[in-house]
C-alpha cells in the first residue's frame, strides 16, 4: 500500500520560546507507530515531514500541521544536493496529546464586599498542549542548588487569552497565565506561547 505525501505548511517553535515560531511549505507522509530514539515505546500516530534544507528544525521542536501538534522526537536527518549545498530536511514527528481547558478571567466580590476570583469560565473546550521543563539551579545564598520548574502551553492564534488569565482543566489544575507571547509569521499565525504557573491542585492531587 502506498501511503499518500501531503503538501502543506507547517509551524516549527523551539521549545525554549527564543523564536516566534517559522511556517514553511512542507510535505508530510502519515507513518505507523515506532520506537523513538530515547528507546521508549510510543503508540501515538506519526508523521515524516519533508521541509527544504535550509530550514532550521532540531531535536524536540514543536510542528504545527493541519490542526495537529507534533514533537520532533529524533535529530532530523540531512540530506544534500547533488549540485552541492543542502537538499532537504526529513524530521519524524509524534503526535502530542492536547488537554481542553476552561479560560477564567478577572475576579468578583463575595458577599462581604471582598474580591475574589471570578470562577466562571469566559471560553470552554479550549485546546492547550501543556508542558513542563525542569532546570537544576545553585542559589549561592543558600549554598543549595533547588529544581526551577517551567511550564508553557500551547493554543490555537485566534484564541482570547490574556496575561493574568487562568486555565482550569478537567480534573480541577488551575495555570496562571503569566505572559503571552503572539507570534508572527508572513505566511500563517502560528500558536500562542503561554508562561504558565501552577496556581491550584485538583481535588485528587498528592
Known amino acids: 500500500m502506498v501511503i499518500p505525501i501531503l503538501t502543506g505548511y ?3 517553535t523551539h521549545p525554549d520560546g527564543v523564536d516566534t515560531g517559522t511556517t514553511v511549505q512542507a510535505h508530510v507522509q502519515p ?10 515505546v510510543n503508540d501515538s ?15 524536540n521542536d514543536r510542528i504545527r500541521w493541519d490542526g495537529l501538534l507534533l514533537q520532533v522526537l529524533e535529530q532530523p536527518a540531512r540530506y544534500p544536493s547533488p549540485f552541492g549545498g543542502p537538499h532537504h530536511v526529513e524530521v519524524v514527528g509524534t503526535v502530542m496529546p492536547e488537554t481542553y481547558v476552561e479560560v477564567l478571567r478577572g475576579s ?9 476570583p471570578d470562577e466562571t469560565p469566559i471560553l470552554t473546550g479550549v485546546p492547550v498542549w501543556l508542558t513542563e521543563q ?5 542559589v549561592p545564598a543558600d549554598m543549595r542548588t533547588t529544581v526551577v520548574r517551567k511550564l508553557t502551553g500551547l ?25 503571552v507571547t503572539r507570534p508572527h509569521s508572513s505566511v500563517a499565525r502560528a500558536d500562542l506561547r503561554l508562561d504558565l504557573r501552577l496556581v491550584q491542585t ?3 492531587t498528592p
Do not use: C, H, K, M
Open 10 to 12: 507547517v509551524t516549527i
Open 31 to 40: 507513518e505507523t507507530p515506532g520506537v523513538p530514539a530515547n528507546g521508549q
Open 45 to 59: 500516530p506519526t508523521y515524516r515531514v519533508f521541509v527544504d534544507g535550509l530550514v532550521d528544525v532540531r531535536f
Open 108 to 116: 468578583v466580590q463575595d458577599e462581604y464586599g471582598d474580591l475574589i
Open 134 to 138: 525542569s532546570q537544576t539551579t545553585f
Open 155 to 179: 493554543v490555537p492564534p485566534e484564541t482570547d487569552i490574556q496575561e493574568r488569565d487562568r486555565l482550569r482543566t478537567e480534573d480541577g489544575l488551575t495555570y496562571l497565565v503569566e505572559a
Open 202 to 204: 485538583g481535588p485528587e
